[in-house]
């Protein structure tokens, strides 16, 4: 049986439109389960006709309220060009994976040229969407091993004051 395209009178032919979904998955995930279930997406979204344009790990982080018992997640972001019934079928795909714990879609905008949007999505950027960052309460407290930014001094301590103003090399004096 053929796959009837779902069709409104405010598309215009050769267009399509564009979406955002994120999905949080269990905290305790491991990274493959991550990238199969991004893999999985993607190939949906790759049958479907659909162009991925962005996918990011937003990392583990707490949760507004309890979700299937858990309290964190960990927050994926897909931007894609496709038509009305791919969206569909992502939520439908995310919906029976065991891992994925709440999924949203948005319309960003209709009748986009395909010709002007050109993806970001790299080999080396799908493959590190796989690996969450740190925990957001480890960025908090300041045991996350990564910085947010700037770098440590050779002694390995964290300059704050050098991240947020950069290097000085003479002291910063007062006028008076």
């Known amino acids: 049986m053929a796959e009837k395209r779902r069709v409104s009178c405010r598309d215009i032919p050769g267009r399509t439109r564009e979406y955002e979904t994120i999905f949080i998955l269990k905290p305790d995930v491991t990274n493959e389960v991550i990238g199969a279930t991004n893999t999985k997406i993607r190939g949906v979204l790759e049958a479907g006709g659909g162009t991925l344009l962005k996918i990011e790990n937003w990392g583990r982080r707490k949760l507004a309220y309890e979700v299937k018992k858990q309290l964190k997640g960990i927050y994926i972001f897909f931007r894609y060009l496709g038509n009305p019934g791919l969206v569909e079928e992502v939520e439908r795909n995310l919906h029976l994976t065991d891992s994925v714990i709440r999924q ?73």
């Not at 908090?140 to 004051?161: C, I, K, S, V």
């Open 104 to 176: 949203y879609s948005v319309k960003i905008a209709e009748n986009v040229d395909p010709a002007t949007r050109t993806s970001e999505v790299t080999d080396e950027l799908f493959a590190n969407a796989s690996v969450p960052g740190p925990d957001e309460e480890a960025i908090a407290t300041g045991q996350a091993g990564a910085r947010p930014f700037g770098e440590e001094d050779e002694e390995g301590a964290f300059d704050f004051e050098e991240a947020v103003f950069g290097k000085v090399d003479e002291p910063i004096r007062r006028r008076e």
